[in-house]
């Protein structure tokens, strides 16, 4: 009797170890990740901002440029949607209308007003503002609104009275395509020069070392502001948005190009190179086919980490004002206003896209970290 | 002995390979910039009244001998730097870049060290405490502090403090001067005042590095923790504090002070950006001034030039001073 459980207990074992022992290194990397809780919550919060930033127009009540500003309400506090007030309950949220008045009354000036007897109420699906959905659909829908003429700003709104909520979920979008661009460009670049130094060797891997750690030694963000003090003022944000990002790729390749050189240097030694060379492979081929596919986890991993840095060298860049600027939408360009005297004693609702910003950096590092920890087979003999 | 002045020697030939290597991207950078130093300084003539001409620039060109080619323009450029200390006149403001900068360079070295030096008097013993501690409570805590070192940017941090600090005391602690002291000569007085102001750039700069420092500390320790060797000297008896500063401590300090260059590199990343936030009069903040505002392509290039020799020579210094205390390094870089 109390053999049979035990029994049962080791075939299934057996068939955990089997399918441990046959498993890709994909399947043990996904494995070992999703063990990890830390990492597996920022994986959600990040796929989750991904998505944001991804259906940020329909998402977004209002267009994020100056065209879709709310003239009666600059720089307006956040609105809440209610349930309830003094004057009853309501199964349906609702915001109260502001109106905005200059008269004597109010020494000239405009004054807005919020009516609390005028209730706006929180429809959803309504129609808005025409926009593409992922670029290419053309549609008006969006996911929530308030009915009348009255808007709802739920992180309130700027000093133009563009609507920052509209504004944030663009800006994830803008820097998350910023940074994707850079990694992407500095991981080609690091990809041929840590490749050329590791596989040849000799007096061009003694070069390429060199050169690479010139480039290590030069601080980055003052060859950024270098960079970027090049760009001419009659740009159009796009160019801008390309040229910033090419910038971030340029600087950002040497830490992985020593790293891949250090490997195809170890690795080039090896048994199956040296069988596929016999058999007459040429040096691009054993490249591409035999190093590379050696340590792409590595690689993948490497790309998780480095992203958040270029997230963040694109928003200091904006910051600055060297980056990114007003009509466009990145989280450094919308930080830029945080640091006047008015925003930090009056108009606190704009930090709220700098809690965007820390939840996407934090989100990346732990992914990266989770990634990094479950691409390593010894991470668990480790701990 | 002779051994070791032969590493120094090749270390110094190495330092000053990248240093010239550095130069040559740094003038490249320059060079790239659209317009020349003639060029600019005769627009600005231009506001003044007078009439320029194709000539007038030519001529300006001549006279500041950018119609040589630019190897050349280089090379002068080296030499004036390596053997002059000579960085030249600065195209907008046409002074000495020596006599604009003598003072502001060495207070920003000094701001970043001292962060250097923060970060580290904090990160060693926390860093070794927390390897040696089982407390998943602190370590956890720990690995979240020293991601949000990287998630909450310096600048966003300085804002904080500045917002925190006009409203509880009424005074945004920005500047590294009193009025009383701004133009004054440097007296003791002067050098209390800019250290009762200084310490907030300091710790602005000291808290992404401590918060980096940290995790390669505690990595290090937990790599050098578990080796046999610390095993066999508690075995022998040894223990607490004596154990972990004796054996594994010891061992995992090496590579941090090899990594103290790349340290002082990203304090200078930070630099211009705090600099302008809490209005520092050092170079940090003309640095940007020059990039972002006037174009100065001889400053910024000075300036950017003056940063990566300091983390060179850094990076010399902790090589032979490594070399010093641990002749295993001095064995591997003979080969």
């Not at chain 1, 506090?77 to 209610?82: G, I, L, N, S, T």
């Not at chain 1, 030694?269 to 190093?291: D, F, K, M, N, W």
């Not at chain 2, 090379?75 to 870049?97: A, P, Q, T």
Request: charged share 15%; glycine share 8%.
């Amino acid at each position: 009797m109390s053999t049979e459980p035990a029994a049962l207990a080791a075939g299934i074992d057996q068939k955990a170890k089997e399918a441990y022992f046959t498993a890709s290194q994909g399947q043990l990397i996904w494995a070992r990740f999703r063990g990890n809780r830390t990492a597996m919550i920022a994986a959600w919060a990040l796929v989750l901002m991904i998505l944001m930033g991804l259906f940020a127009p329909f998402l977004s009540p209002y267009d994020p440029t100056i065209a879709g500003r709310d003239e009666n309400y600059e720089n307006g506090a956040p609105q809440f949607p209610k349930f309830w007030d003094e004057n009853g309950f309501s199964a349906r949220p609702f915001i109260y209308a502001t109106e905005r008045e200059r008269s004597i009354k109010t020494n000239f000036r405009w004054v807005v007003t919020e009516n609390r007897d005028k209730r706006l109420y929180v429809r959803f699906f309504v129609t808005g503002w025409n926009y593409k959905l992922l670029g290419v659909v053309p549609a008006s829908r969006h996911l929530f609104g308030v009915d009348g003429d009255g808007k709802i700003h739920l992180f309130g709104t700027d000093a133009s009275g563009k609507d920052i909520f509209s504004r944030t979920l663009h800006a994830i979008w803008t820097s998350l395509a910023v940074g994707t661009l850079g990694v992407l460009i500095s991981f080609v670049l690091a990809l041929v020069i840590g490749g050329v130094a590791g596989y040849f060797g000799g007096w061009i891997d003694s070069v390429l070392q060199m050169v690479t750690d010139a480039i290590r030694t030069v601080p980055s963000i003052p060859l950024f502001m270098a960079l970027a003090a090049f760009m001419p003022d009659h740009w159009s944000s796009e160019t801008r948005f390309f040229f910033i990002s090419i910038i971030l790729g340029l600087i950002g390749w040497p830490t992985l190009a020593r790293r891949i050189r250090t490997h195809l240097l170890t690795e080039r030694t090896q048994e199956y190179v040296l069988a596929a060379e016999l058999c007459g492979a040429s040096s691009g081929h054993i490249i591409r086919r035999h190093l590379l596919p050696s340590f792409t986890s590595y690689i993948i991993v490497d790309l998780m980490i480095s992203f958040p840095y270029m997230v963040r060298s694109e928003t200091a860049l904006s910051f600055i004002g060297l980056g990114l600027k007003d009509p466009v939408n990145s989280l450094g360009a919308l930080m830029q206003n945080v640091s006047k005297a008015d925003v930090l004693l009056n108009y606190q609702w704009y930090f709220i896209p700098v809690i965007f910003f820390v939840a996407l950096v934090l989100a990346f590092v732990f992914v990266g970290d989770g990634l990094r920890d479950a691409a390593d087979p010894y991470s668990d003999t480790k701990k | 002995m002779a051994q070791f002045a032969q590493f120094a020697l090749t270390r110094a030939l190495m330092a000053l390979i990248t240093l010239l290597t550095v130069s040559l991207i740094v003038f490249t950078l320059m060079e790239l910039v659209p317009g020349t130093c003639a060029e600019r300084y005769l627009a600005f003539k231009n506001t003044q009244g007078s009439q320029i001409t194709i000539a007038d620039i030519a001529a300006e060109e001549r006279r500041l001998g950018l119609d040589r080619p630019f190897i050349e323009r280089w090379g002068k450029w080296v030499y004036n730097v390596f053997v002059h200390g000579e960085f030249g006149e600065s195209c907008i403001l046409r002074v000495d870049i020596n006599q604009l900068l003598s003072d502001k360079f060495w207070i920003s070295l000094g701001i970043c060290m001292a962060a250097l030096v923060f970060s580290y008097a904090i990160a060693v013993p926390i860093g070794i405490v927390s390897a040696s501690s089982q407390n998943p409570v602190v370590n956890n805590s720990l690995r979240f502090v020293s991601y949000l070192g990287l998630a909450l940017p310096n600048f966003l941090l300085a804002l904080m403090i500045m917002l925190f600090s006009t409203v509880v005391f009424g005074d945004s602690l920005t500047g590294l001067f009193s009025k009383e002291f701004r133009d004054a000569a440097w007296s003791w007085a002067k050098f209390g005042d800019f250290l009762s102001r200084a310490w907030l750039p300091v710790f602005i700069l000291g808290w992404s590095a401590t918060a980096f420092a940290l995790q390669t500390v505690r990595a290090l320790m937990l790599d050098e923790i578990g080796k046999l060797y610390v095993t066999a000297a508690s075995a022998r008896g040894v223990s607490g504090a004596r154990l972990l500063w004796r054996y594994p401590a010891k061992h995992s300090l090496g590579p941090v002070i090899n990594s103290l260059g790349f340290d002082l590199n990203r304090i200078f990343n930070e630099l211009p950006i705090v600099a302008l936030i809490l209005t520092l009069t050092e170079s940090g903040a003309l640095l940007f001034e020059s990039l972002a505002r006037s174009n100065d392509q001889q400053l910024a290039g000075a300036i950017i030039f003056l940063l990566t020799a300091s983390i060179v020579v850094l990076n010399f210094t902790t090589d032979i001073l490594l070399a010093l205390i641990d002749p295993r390094v001095r064995r591997g870089m003979m080969g």
